[in-house]
Antibody, heavy 117, light 110 residues
Framework: EVQLVESGGGLVQPGGSLRLSCAAS????????MHWVRQAPGKGLLWVSR????????NYADSVKGRFTISRDNAKNTLYLQMNSLRAEDTAVYYCARAVTGWIDYWGQGTLVTVSS | QSVLTQPPSASGTPGQRVTISCSGSSSNIGSDYVYWYQQLPGTAPKLLIY???QRPSGVPDRFSGSKSGTSASLAISGLRSEDEADYYCAAWDDSLGGWVFGGGTKLTVL
């Protein structure tokens, strides 16, 4: 069974940093592209970033480019999202998601990030 | 504003057929596949339709997808109370170099 378990969310002050982790199991992690997608409270889904299977290629939404960094450790079956210079508008539930042949097929349960003073 | 446009709400009675539209442009729906996700209250999204009209195993055939030009639609037939959820369309956008989602449609079963 595919499992994606996010962690690392919490309350952080504007301008602060946070690193999210996503522990994957139930599939061959190193064979899949992985994504981060976020959802602000009461709002819709917003794609944040993706990384290819070996970590050599990454893409970011314009709203986080230069502030967020996606990475992965295939030996640990773990996906990361380093978030710097956080803003109030980054407040959201952050979902880790697996991609197969180009699209997202499984999502984790999400971790809440709150940016507030 | 979302890159893909969906109606904010839709509704129907049990047994009815409802459709949810998703409008995009030549850089997303017009040039790539469309995907649909269902998000039940308080849960993570779940893949409902991939590559315009394909259903993952386990998704009932009451759910169907279609695409024409720069628009797509999700149809749900034989509406059931458990279908009450938010539905999102998604596609890759060549111009933006990333995935784009619709704003979501909240489906209410009356």
């Amino acid at each position: 069974e595919v499992q994606l378990v996010e962690s690392g969310g919490g309350l952080v002050q504007p301008g602060g940093s946070l690193r999210l982790s996503c522990a994957a199991s139930g599939f061959t992690f190193s064979s899949h592209w992985m994504h981060w997608v976020r959802q602000a409270p009461g709002k819709g889904l917003l794609w944040v970033s993706r990384i290819n299977s070996d970590g050599s290629t990454t893409n970011y939404a314009d709203s986080v480019k230069g502030r967020f960094t996606i990475s992965r450790d295939n030996a640990k079956n773990t996906l990361y999202l380093q978030m710097n210079s956080l803003r109030a508008e980054d407040t959201a539930v952050y979902y880790c998601a697996r991609a197969v042949t180009g699209w997202i097929d499984y999502w984790g349960q999400g971790t809440l990030v709150t940016v507030s003073s | 504003q979302s890159v893909l446009t969906q109606p904010p709400s839709a509704s129907g009675t049990p047994g009815q057929r409802v459709t949810i539209s998703c409008s995009g442009s030549s850089s997303n729906i017009g040039s790539d596949y469309v995907y649909w996700y269902q998000q039940l209250p308080g849960t993570a999204p779940k893949l409902l339709i991939y590559r315009n009209n394909q259903r993952p195993s386990g998704v009932p055939d009451r759910f169907s997808g279609s695409k024409s030009g720069t628009s797509a639609s999700l149809a749900i037939s034989g509406l059931r109370s458990e279908d009450e959820a938010d539905y999102y369309c998604a596609a890759w956008d060549d111009s933006l170099g990333g995935w784009v989602f619709g704003g979501g449609t909240k489906l209410t079963v009356l």
